[in-house]
């Protein structure tokens, strides 16, 4: 028990402020302590224990949460607690604190893993942005288990974060359509693009050059950041994104149930507005969504002046859903009633072209099934009316039928 070491290192001659760093305690904590008699720290233990709290509503789900997941960190349990309760009305502290005191009481001990940081400087606004790539394996809601890829972007001034998920590894293709994902959702893109040797990218190294796939070079040259590449696991050059995969699994995707690609993204997304972007950095003690707000205009606007199939034959792939939208950057957009077949692969192809409309196909070339106004806002449904309407929705599908079935498509109408 604190209170008796407190005691004791003071009856041995230790000052207040050696008991404190002794016993990694505050010296006002250690300062009341020496200022209790043992029957006043009984009484005062008594009425911790019977004093209401904020969180005491939710202590057995809480309690049931460090039951089945004794690694859980508190601020897990709080980020928990918003997504699942609907409750944010206390610190994040407070959280961590009532959590250490369950684990207390009911004797659940936590590993602690330790970590090796590394003061790194600090970059201008707009310059750089750090990516890199992690894996894990999550439960499903079907008792299984699930190895999922993912690929993190921060931006190195605001620590504005960027995550996208995939249930197979990453080929070059899908790193350069998450580039373009990323710098959407960033609403613009930095001068440099900081990486490790990571064989994705790079195929060889001689002398300190740099061969880069041919996919990924044409795409950089397109788009014309600069690039810089590290060695894997230096923290002097991507400490910061080396944080963020880790905050990622161990703040977002542990102990979470997987059900379906889409939905694990969707909620990645939720969980960076609701916490990776919204929580207060340890580091530059500010919201990197408020620094964001005042960095994205220091970033280069990204140029949509040429045809991004010329550059990269593969477009955005999404899955067409039941109720006939496919999900495009927090929003969702209709096609066609009746789109979406129970016997079919129900994919969708996206192309965003240089007016900001977004044009939905069945297959890469093919004709355009629907196209939308892209919307800046997020968690809207953007529906064409003509696609609720039966009648038009099955000429429209039996046109992109017959369209697809002649060569000589510019003579259908």
Known sequence: ??????????????????????????????????????????????????????????RDEIFKWLQEH?????????????????????????????????????????????????????????????VDFGQTVVETIADGRKHLYFIAFILSHSRYKYVEWLDRPFRTSDVV????????????????MVYDQDALLAVSENAGDLILTATFTKYQAARGFQI?????????????????????????????????????????????????????????????????????????????????EDVLPITITRNIQKDNVVRYLQNRYSVPTGTYQEASANKAYLQVTEDQTLLIRLKPTGPVLAQHALSLEKGLVISDPLHREKKESTRSLLVHQLTEAFSDKAGIQ
């Not at 601020?75 to 250490?100: C, G, P, S």
């Open 70 to 130: 004794p690694d859980l960190t508190g601020a897990q349990v709080y980020d928990w607690l918003e997504e699942r309760m609907q409750f944010n009305e206390t610190a994040e502290n407070t959280v961590r604190n009532y959590v250490k005191e369950l684990r207390e009481i009911y004797h659940i001990p936590k590993t602690v893993r330790q970590r090796e940081y590394a003061s790194i400087p600090e970059s201008f606004p707009g310059q750089q942005a750090q």
């Open 228 to 308: 810089y590449l590290c060695r894997k696991s230096d923290p002097e050059s991507k400490g910061k994104v080396e944080q963020v995969v880790k905050f990622v699994k161990y703040n977002f995707s542990k102990h979470r149930l997987f059900e379906t690609l889409d939905n694990w993204n969707d909620a990645c997304l939720a969980w960076l507005n609701r916490t990776g972007n919204h929580k207060v950095h340890h580091n530059i003690k500010k919201r990197p969504s408020e620094v964001h707000a005042l960095e994205k205009q220091h970033l280069r606007n990204v140029s949509t002046s040429y045809l991004f």
């Open 177 to 192: 359509r998450c580039h373009e994902n990323a710098f959407a959702y960033y609403e613009g893109m930095p001068v440099e």
């Open 1 to 58: 028990m604190k209170y008796a070491e407190v005691r004791k290192l003071q009856d041995q001659g230790f000052s207040m402020n050696a008991i404190a760093k002794k016993l990694k305690m505050s010296r006002n904590t250690v300062k009341e302590y020496i200022g209790m008699e043992p029957e006043e720290f009984e009484d005062f233990l008594v009425s911790l224990r019977t004093r209401s709290k904020k969180l005491d509503p939710f």
